[in-house]
């Protein structure tokens, strides 16, 4: 039942982030551009979530107590996306 609401969620913070890391030329390669974006995105994702659980719950309360963990697995995305990414772009099959 989660899965359409993650589609929603993850496809706009993806849509989000690739129109900031992509704009003006930058062609995704700004590792503070990517960052920025990220951030950015983080409160488009916990808006579909908060809306996609109180649909589900039928409740706008219940759902505020996941935006700590919505949080909290967004900063842990970042941390490791980042390095994980500055890592595979030095791989000559991902330039």
């Known amino acids: 039942m989660w899965a359409p609401i993650t589609i929603v969620a993850r496809g706009l913070q993806g849509y989000i982030v690739g129109k ?3 704009s003006k030329g930058r062609n995704g390669t ?3 551009f990517n960052v920025i974006a990220t951030i950015v ?3 488009f994702m916990i808006a579909v979530y908060y809306i996609g659980e109180g649909i589900l719950y039928g409740n706008w309360i219940a759902p505020l107590a996941s ?7 967004n900063i842990l995305g970042i941390i490791v996306a980042v390095p ?3 890592a595979l772009k030095k791989v000559p099959y991902f330039k």
């Not at 935006?67 to 697995?73: A, E, F, H, K, R």
């Open 84 to 86: 994980v990414c500055v």
């Open 30 to 32: 700004s590792i503070a």
């Open 20 to 22: 900031i890391a992509w």
């Open 41 to 43: 995105s983080i409160p």
């Open 67 to 73: 935006i700590p963990g919505d949080l909290v697995q």
